[in-house]
Structure formats: C-alpha cells, structure tokens
C-alpha cells in the first residue's frame, strides 16, 4: 500500500511540472554551427558564454562590456558577473602554463573585442550592433531567433537559448566530477538549494557514482 501522505513533504523537497531542458555538448556545437551559418555569429559566441561561465541571458547580452575582457589591468581574465546580485569575480583564462582555457570562445572574444575599440557592450545583434535587448532589458529577440537557429539545425525542439548556458553547462559541470563548492563559486550560487535547480539528472555521474561503490565493495571483500 502507498502511504496516504508524501514522507518527504517535510524535508523541504519540492516537485515542479516545469523544468528547462538542458543541453548536451553536441547539441551545442550543432547550434553553434547553425547559428553561424545563418548569419547570427552573436548567438554562437552567446551559447558558449553561458556554457563555460554558466551565464545567464541577462549577463550575456546586457551586463558584459568589452571592458570586462582582458582589460589592461587584468590582461589574463574576464570578469563574471552574477546579474541578480550584482557581484562578480575576475576568471583567469590560462592555466599555470599560460595555455588558455577556454581556446575556442577566447578567440572570438579577443576578435570581438578588436571591433569594440571604445568599449561599450560586448555583444550586438548582427549586422546593426544594435543592443539585443528591448524595453526593459527584454531579450525576446535572443528566443525567438535562436528558435529558429534549433529548428534549423534539427535539435530537440524543446530546447531554447537558455538550454545551452546556465542550464546545459552546469549539468556538464556536473558530469565532469566538479565539488559543490566549485560548482557554487563557478556558477556563482548563494546556496545549494539555487543551484540545484540548474542541475539536472545526469545518467552517467550517478553510474560512476555506482560503480565506485561496487568497486569498494569488491576491495573490501578481499581484506
């Protein structure tokens, strides 16, 4: 028999019919083609911003100023900005070795940045290098035409721009063995609890989850 109440209803767990699809890396990159060969270079380089820095729309089109790319003062990191706290933190963009670390979205800031001589917001809708933004910082345009960009390229068409930033980024974070307290400062989270809601569920880290236990098992079992 099924209890007549929820057992967790108490623990603070909350179900929600709505969740936003997230991303693989493939699907990224197959938008990313698509995006440019339409003719919206801006969507491409906007879907790998959210990807590596796990962005949001709002930072990506609206707060991010060519001055906070590889300024004078901080010539080797981008500084990242959490748009609803308004806080932000400079990310390095090489490794120890000065080899860099995002080498694809590097070159198309650094090319982006050589047409922004006197600064100003980063990025502009193509061809007009109008803001992307409309009144009262709505971003419809940036849905609607990466709609198009998805339906173009075949992908799921459940997926929206939002899918392959915060959302598909996070979740391949997540796969990728990050700690949560890496996750929360990459992600710039105030609490576990916010960030959960962008990570979503992941086959394969809870099969090498499993497989480590099996494996303990099997060394305990030889002692």
Known sequence: MFPPRNPFEKMGLKSTSRETPHANFDELMAFRAKAFEMEFAS????????WEWLQRKAHIFI??????????????????????TSTGSWEPLFDKKGKPLYPLLMAEL???KALRPTGGMMLRRDGSSLPWS????????????SKKIIIAAGLRPELTFTSF???????????SGLTTLQLMNKGQWSSV???AN????????KQQAQIKRIKRRKQVAKK
């Open 63 to 84: 707060r991010f100023m060519a001055e906070h790319y590889r300024p004078d003062s901080h010539p080797n990191h981008v500084y990242v900005i959490n748009y609803k």
């Open 198 to 205: 962008y990570l979503h569920d992941d086959d394969k880290g």
């Open 134 to 145: 409309g009144k009262g910082e709505m971003l419809t345009q940036v849905e609607r035409i």
């Open 165 to 175: 930033g915060r959302h598909g980024g996070a979740t391949e974070s997540k796969s």
């Open 193 to 195: 609890a916010a960030m």
């Open 110 to 112: 650094d090319a982006m």
């Open 43 to 50: 969507l491409a380089t906007g879907v790998l911003i959210g």
